[in-house]
């Protein structure tokens, strides 16, 4: 594939029209196509490639769309060593088939990366739209869609996010006092250096947002 990291190859409609895409997108190929002809496919979300779980009366297989590979499961081990190259370790857990809101929170995160690496930021964020509503409870989800809301100039959304990214982490007292009292009566300084800079983002997006009112 000449562009690995082409958006369009995490959207399913693109993917059908230029048979090309990710692995777990071609993986959700075999399986729609599997459904349609009774053949039980399942995805299994291993780490960094996506591959197929193939189950019939004469056994297992694993099957990797992408290259166009049938694995014995025993052998899916050193074939990921190969392919990643670096050492893979399955655990147990690792070959339960991939839920369908596994599946599509993977595809978002893929798609998340694909616009930010190409500087797109409107995309980007209606991507985050989807996994923030999708994992409400995921603080980093908040997190950084309100540091995109901050590099887009959204003060009051950055606000927004910001602050329920720190109530999930149990700290919306940092920003509830003066910048000057929590900087000399510990508020700050019991955060980590990163929320620190969340906080100092949260206040100046504060700032900006009264300059322009």
């Not at 930021?121 to 409400?136: R, S, T």
Request: glycine residues 6%; hydrophobic residues 45%.
């Amino acid at each position: 594939m000449s562009n690995y990291y082409d958006p369009r190859n995490s959207l399913l409609p693109d993917v059908l029209e230029r048979r090309a895409g990710l692995p777990i997108m071609l993986a959700i190929v075999c399986m729609a196509i599997g459904r349609r002809l009774n053949l039980q496919i399942e995805g299994l979300a291993f780490p960094s490639h996506f591959l197929a779980l193939y189950r019939d009366a004469a056994g297992v297989w694993v099957l990797d769309p992408f290259y166009g590979v049938v694995i014995e499961p025993d052998g899916v081990e050193a074939y990921l060593t190969q392919r990643l190259e670096r050492p893979v370790h399955l655990s147990a857990q690792a070959w339960r088939p991939a839920s369908a809101q596994a599946i599509a929170m993977r595809i978002l995160h893929n798609l998340r990366n694909a616009y930010l690496m190409r500087q797109d930021l409107e995309m980007a964020g209606k991507v985050l739209d989807y996994l923030v509503a999708a994992d409400p409870a995921d603080a980093l989800h908040w997190r950084e869609r309100g540091l995109l809301h901050f590099r887009t100039e959204r003060w009051e959304e950055c606000q927004h996010d910001l602050r329920l990214y720190l109530t999930h982490c149990g700290h919306l007292d940092a920003i509830r006092v003066r910048p000057v009292a929590a900087a000399h009566g510990g508020q700050l300084e019991q955060l980590s250096a990163e929320n620190q800079q969340i906080v100092t983002i949260y206040r100046e997006a504060g700032e900006r947002l009264a300059r322009c009112n």
